[in-house]
């Protein structure tokens, strides 16, 4: 077997259906940095990651019935400020029942989110906590 492999998330890519509300969803709610913009689209910095909003005639802007989401890793004293900022903005789509603080949220085209305060560590840590919850770590 190659020691070839991935090194992480490069980038994320949402389609959108409105560009100009797309953009202030991201930069004024969520706090994401504009990095360029044009006609169809729009580079966004979010801590390390970099996002794609993409104009797309073909997006549905309504809710997926999936558990599929992006989760916005939140420094723990910025949680409840900013959860309190994007439940003036956003619908919420599931009650947090795990580990670490989270608030999950739909974004303008129904883009399944998280703010989420914690790491895989402190998620591997919590099961390690609870051996009776099923999960094999290793």
């Avoid at 619908?91 to 999950?104: D, I, M, P, R, V």
């Amino acid at each position: 077997m190659s020691d070839a492999k991935i090194s992480g998330l490069n980038h994320v890519t949402l389609s959108v259906t409105d560009l100009d509300r797309s953009v202030t969803f991201y930069c004024e709610v969520l706090g994401c940095a504009l990095r360029a913009r044009w006609g169809e689209g729009a580079y966004l910095e979010a801590g390390p990651l970099w996002l794609c909003l993409s104009v797309d005639t073909t997006a549905r802007p309504a809710e997926r019935p999936d558990y599929t989401h992006f989760a916005f890793d939140v420094a723990a004293d910025h949680f409840e400020a900013l959860s309190d900022r994007v439940r003036a903005h956003a619908t919420l789509w599931k009650q947090n029942k795990s580990e670490g603080a989270s608030l999950y949220f739909l974004d303008p085209d129904g883009h399944r989110m998280e703010l989420h305060v914690g790491s895989l560590a402190s998620r591997l840590d919590a099961y390690r906590a609870n051996p009776s919850s099923g999960v094999t770590i290793f």
